[in-house]
């Protein structure tokens, strides 16, 4: 269902657009879902409402066992946010440890403190990162929308799945444009 309203306490969120996650071949050029990020981010900012930058650290949900184990150390800057996002001192930023940008975080209470009943979600990975915070902050009572031209996956079908047949069951959709017609 394409976007039809923003609440007036909406925060953007976008996730892991970092320069480890965003090195990684991906079905739509990272470069492009940045600068959707940083567009949707510079009109969240120009409307006085929050914007949350979250970023993934750590090796993942403990106790896994099937999940290959890492060759070396992610390079240093693996976690660095991008500089386009253009980082505000105003900005939340989340360090996450797992897939989901809720759990064992402080995000429900960064945003519940500033009255947000609508997140606007974007970044990488579709079917992880997105999906998960998606599904969450569904669970968590938010109205959720998906700028679903400023998403992306490893995995065209994982990314197509998401975006055609998950999202739409737990958000409206649309482009980031439409999305920021929206706040005007």
Avoid: N
Avoid at 88 to 96: A, E, F, L
Avoid at 105 to 113: G, N, P, V
Avoid at 162 to 184: N, Q
């Amino acid at each position: 269902m394409p976007a039809t309203t923003l609440d007036p306490r909406t925060a953007l969120v976008l996730i892991d657009l970092q320069k480890g996650i965003t090195a990684l071949p991906t079905v739509h050029p990272a470069e492009e879902i940045v600068a959707r990020g940083a567009r949707l981010a510079a009109a969240f900012r120009a409307h006085g409402l929050p914007v949350v930058l979250v970023r993934v650290t750590g090796p993942g949900a403990p106790g896994r066992t099937e999940m290959p184990p890492r060759q070396g150390e992610p390079p240093a800057d693996f976690a660095e946010l991008r500089p386009e996002l253009g980082r505000q001192d105003g900005d939340i930023v989340v360090t996450k440890h797992t897939w989901g940008a809720f759990h064992a975080t402080d995000l429900d209470l960064q945003l519940r403190r500033r009255g947000v009943t609508q997140i606007v979600l974007a970044g990488i990975a579709t079917s992880i990162g997105v999906e998960s915070t998606a599904r969450a902050a569904h669970e968590h009572g938010y109205h959720v929308t998906v700028a679903t031209d400023a998403v992306t996956d490893l995995d065209p079908e994982t990314h197509r799945v998401s975006v055609t047949r998950i999202l739409p069951r737990l958000a409206e959709t649309d482009t980031t444009d439409a999305i920021i017609a929206l706040l005007d």
